[in-house]
């Protein structure tokens, strides 16, 4: 049986037929074709497939795609102004080599927005370090993607997202 | 131009864009239309005889296209998975090799082992599908301790190939040599340790997927594999019999791979296989539980060390015995890693003139156990690097102290171990005085007092290690077993509008080549960087090449890079000398320009290259049109990297937590392409070896088999909490033998970190007298040491 689902994605409506079990992140992946979110594990631990529901952060991976219904969501591939203007997040990423194989880096991105909203522009390294328990890299060792996020901080503020 | 992009550069990455926007493609991300998804159902148990497989039931659950079981396979005449490696054992004789089978036919050997492939219309429904197939199991007592693998009575793994669960006993160095050296000593420290299972954990998952083209035959497999080419050899030769040009293997974008893609597995070769069947693209993504049960383990061995002084201190012999665990089946470089990748390294930064080393790899009914990030190396360097510290801190002598006094001269390089490695190049003191400086070691005592003021245990650890990398001299890698050669190739390809293809045989996989390659390329052709493009990855489209693993991919890679670049430049001299009218002996290159010296003639290279494809005015009767050079690098050592390590940490008594307070590398990784990169590279290779020390630890239940450590709820993966900001430095010593003058950096981090940080440990502990912590030092293992040591003090 199969159940109609309505949403926002970046800002466009989309729509599809899925599963009562199909989870948001295959209906991005596998029905809408956006493959920036990623999936890294089964347990809701890595934190490769975080996008932002409704101005909340999620684990895409635990969430069905039915409960977005009528929601706004922003995913890694939303976040550019455009090919030249990439989010300050996204700069500061590439600015400090906070990515490797790149795998991780979708969620750590969007979690990174996240916290950086959630703490009012204004972080320190423990704090950082302490709000990235939600996501994996086993490339970077974290060290550059610590500095990223302090230098995206009031890059963010500035810019005003 | 150059000084921003070239060698020594800071280049912001290539490939940063996509990874960023979400635009990356990893093999899980391809579109191919009418796809059907493969799912594998495994054995649940660690050993069982497979009385009868009944697929009836799950044939006719909806969605299901094809389902495929041993049986199948053996009357197709699939062939096993190889082992690629033949190490001769003690007598001469070749290492044993049970058969390992692409899935299990009347026996599975581990849990995870590959019982059936259900192909449907959508991963759900084949998933639905494998429960629905009901297998028959005779469960057999198993036995995942290694320690036990070659105990009278224990449960044989494959009892006709390997009787007793024995792959191989081999030695390396002359015993007696080392027993006399011993009966000398003023000083002997022993140890016995345990070099913990870890599980490779690279981001994305392990993922295949296949396609059979009818009308040509022609089959093209999608891996997340770290050597695409190799990957092909084998499965052509050996397992699948495509021939190799009717088999095309792409790796594209890889999330990761620690090693743990380098090898031939099961479910790859069955996507593969079974796409003609299917007649349907058929994709496959492992999922994370799949990931723990199945991808190669590493690490894994049980060692007993002693280390010879004299009264002076200095070592006069080390003798290691060491059994590494293989797992259930022989995964395809396995028997190199714990023989020529960690016995030949056991010489680490010292002059040690007499070694010897015994090592007896066995069977356990586990998940296979191959190359992870270091592979040997970071077990070699653990024996050295706790065993020279266990003996200062028994003579009462200072760490580093110990460790200069018996390091290699600088003026002894080229050195030659007794254990058959030849160091290129070397200059250690320099490096340890560095990092004793950035990690201010004289200041230590004091911040010590100051913890314990704070009610918390404050030690300190270092660890210098060498490493061979850079696999490797072709001939070398063939005397000992090794079953490929160990070339790189490339290929740089101009096309006639000036800009230029790269086409690799390395691979990347995060390590940034498609960025350092081509800060190569543009740094030596001194064309701008943006012109460059970086491909690798396809075998259709670069040539064969051995890919990336081995902390390889500059050291050969790029060195088979400056070759071709080298053969542009002498073909661009030729064509300018004929559009200067000049003698070839008089033309230079400099700075993308082909000068006459002492003129004001010059020909940039774009126009050299224009007209090599458009040769309306060139040499046709000596010079073939077309600007695209290929060359193959063999290189004629290994290299080797140094540096030291200093670990600091403090642990709180009272619950056992030990915390990374500050961690300094400093290291030698010969000239450096970009120093960004490198830095990355180290920091990442740190936390791996900090969660082995600390963290991460594989375990299968004794009684059941059972993997206990089997998802991110019970294995402990290094967060961004679990470790500071670290502190580098490094010093140059170029590799004399390649043409960039490097050597590899891609594992030195998790290479030397679990020593520094487990002396660290130890040092911090040593007060209570605590003399061994084993790892990982989680806080229950650390509280319970610190309990058992205060108990054995007030008996």
């Known amino acids: ?161 | 131009m150059t000084a921003e992009t070239g060698i020594g550069a800071r280049v912001k990455r290539k490939e940063d864009q996509r990874f960023l926007t979400g635009t990356g493609r990893y093999v899980d991300d391809l579109p191919l239309a009418r796809a059907t998804y493969a799912y594998f159902l495994r054995s649940p148990h660690a050993h069982a005889k497979i009385k009868s497989i009944d697929v009836s039931a799950a044939k006719s659950m909806p969605g299901v296209v094809e389902i495929f079981t041993g049986k199948d396979i053996a009357d197709a005449k699939v062939g096993g998975l190889i082992c690629g490696w033949v190490v001769k054992d003690k007598h001469g004789e070749p290492h044993k090799s049970p058969p390992h089978p692409v899935m299990a036919l009347d026996t599975v050997r581990y849990v995870g082992d590959t019982v059936a492939m259900v192909v449907a219309n959508s991963h759900d429904e084949a998933k639905d599908a494998a429960e629905a197939i009901h297998v028959d199991y005779d469960v057999k007592p198993a036995n995942v301790d290694l320690a036990r693998a070659f105990d009278k009575g224990v449960p044989e793994v494959h009892a006709a190939e390997a009787p007793g669960n024995l792959i191989y006993d081999w030695e390396i160095g002359v015993k007696a040599d080392v027993e006399a050296a011993f009966a000398k000593a003023a000083h002997v420290t022993k140890m016995d340790i345990v070099n913990n299972r870890l599980i490779p954990n690279a981001m994305e998952p392990r993922a295949a997927a296949a396609e059979y083209d009818k009308g040509t035959g022609n089959y093209t497999l999608w891996s997340t594999s770290q050597n695409p080419h190799v990957l092909r050899l084998i499965l052509s030769a050996f397992v699948l019999g495509i021939p190799e040009h009717k088999l095309r293997v792409i790796a594209p974008d890889v999330g990761g791979g620690f090693g743990s893609k380098i090898f031939c597995y099961n479910e790859e070769t069955m996507v593969c296989w079974a796409s003609s069947r299917v007649g349907r693209p058929i994709k496959w993504t492992a999922e994370r539980a799949e990931s723990f049960m199945t991808d190669a383990h590493g690490r894994d061995h049980v060692t007993h060390a002693e280390l010879a002084l004299d009264k002076d201190h200095k070592f006069l012999a080390l003798k290691v015995e060491t059994i590494a665990n293989m797992g259930a089946y022989l995964s395809t470089f396995s028997t190199a890693v714990p023989t020529y990748l960690y016995a030949t390294l056991l010489a680490g930064q010292y002059t040690t003139p007499l070694i010897y080393a015994n090592v007896k790899a066995a069977l356990t009914h586990t998940a296979p156990v191959d190359a992870y990030r270091g592979a040997g190396r970071p077990e070699a360097t653990f024996v050295i690097e706790t065993i020279v510290s266990k003996a200062a801190a028994e003579l009462k002598v200072d760490t580093a102290e110990l460790r200069r006094k018996n390091f290699i001269p600088t003026e002894a390089f080229p050195y030659q171990t007794p254990v058959a490695l030849q160091y290129d190049s070397g200059n250690y003191p320099p490096i340890i005085d560095e990092a004793i400086k950035i990690a201010d070691y004289k200041g230590f005592e004091g911040r010590r007092a100051e913890a314990k003021s704070r009610g918390k245990l404050r030690g300190i650890g270092f660890s210098s290690y060498i490493e061979a990398c850079g696999l490797g001299p072709s001939r070398v890698i063939g005397q000992l077993g090794g079953g490929v050669g160990q070339w790189e190739s490339a290929q740089i390809k101009f096309n006639p509008t000036g800009n230029v293809q790269v086409l690799t045989g390395a691979h990347s996989h995060g390590q940034s080549h498609e960025t350092t390659f081509a800060q190569l390329v543009s740094d030596k052709l001194g064309i701008p960087i943006e012109t460059v493009e970086v491909v690798h990855g396809d075998t259709a489209t670069t040539p064969f090449g051995m890919g990336s693993y081995g902390s390889r991919s500059l050291a050969v890679g790029g060195s088979a890079i400056m070759k071709a670049a080298d053969k542009i430049i002498a073909k661009g001299k030729k064509i300018a000398a004929h559009l200067m009218e000049a003698s070839v002996a008089d033309v230079v290159f400099e700075n993308g320009n082909f000068k006459v010296a002492g003129t004001d003639k010059n020909v940039p290279l774009g126009a050299a290259v224009f007209a090599a494809y458009v040769p309306h005015n060139y040499p046709l009767e000596e010079l073939e049109p077309g600007m695209d050079e290929n060359a193959f690098y063999d290189p004629s050592n290994f290299v080797y990297p140094a540096g030291t390590q200093i670990c600091e940490v403090e642990i709180d008594p009272d619950t056992g937590v030990v915390e990374v307070v500050n961690h300094t590398a400093v290291d030698d990784f010969g000239n450096i392409i970009n120093p960004m990169v490198v830095e990355g590279q180290v920091h990442g290779g740190i936390v791996q070896g900090v969660g082995q020390a600390l963290l991460e630890n594989a375990v299968y239940d004794k009684e059941t088999g059972q993997l206990l450590s089997g998802s991110y709820m019970d294995y402990t993966m290094p967060r961004a909490d679990d470790v500071p900001s670290f502190k580098l430095g490094n010093k140059i010593t170029p590799c004399p033998h390649n043409p960039l003058g490097v050597k590899g950096c891609g594992e030195a981090g998790a290479i030397a970190a679990p020593a520094a940080v487990m002396n660290a440990v130890h040092d911090a502990l040593a007060p209570l007298g605590v003399t061994h912590v084993p790892m990982p030092a989680t806080p229950l293992s650390v509280w319970q040491t610190i309990q058992g040591a205060q108990r054995k003090a007030a008996e």
């Open chain 1, 1 to 161: 049986m199969t159940i109609s689902v309505a949403m926002t994605v970046n800002g466009k409506a989309v729509s599809g037929k899925v599963e009562a079990r199909t989870l948001l992140v295959q209906f991005l992946r596998e029905h809408l074709g956006m493959t920036g979110t990623h999936v890294g594990c089964d347990t809701s631990q890595c934190g490769a497939c975080v996008v932002d529901v409704d101005g909340k952060s999620v684990k895409s991976c635990t969430m069905l795609a039915v409960q977005a219904e009528g929601a706004k969501v922003i995913t890694i591939e939303g976040l550019a102004e455009s090919a030249d203007k990439l989010h300050p997040m996204q700069e500061a990423f590439r600015e400090n080599h906070a990515l490797q194989c790149g795998f991780c880096t979708p969620g750590m991105v969007m979690s990174a927005i996240d916290m950086v909203k959630r703490h009012n522009y204004q972080l320190d390294e423990a704090t950082v370090r302490r709000e990235l328990e939600g996501n994996l890299c086993r490339c970077t060792g974290y060290h550059n993607i610590v500095k990223a996020i302090l230098a995206a901080a009031p890059a963010m503020k500035s810019a005003g997202v």
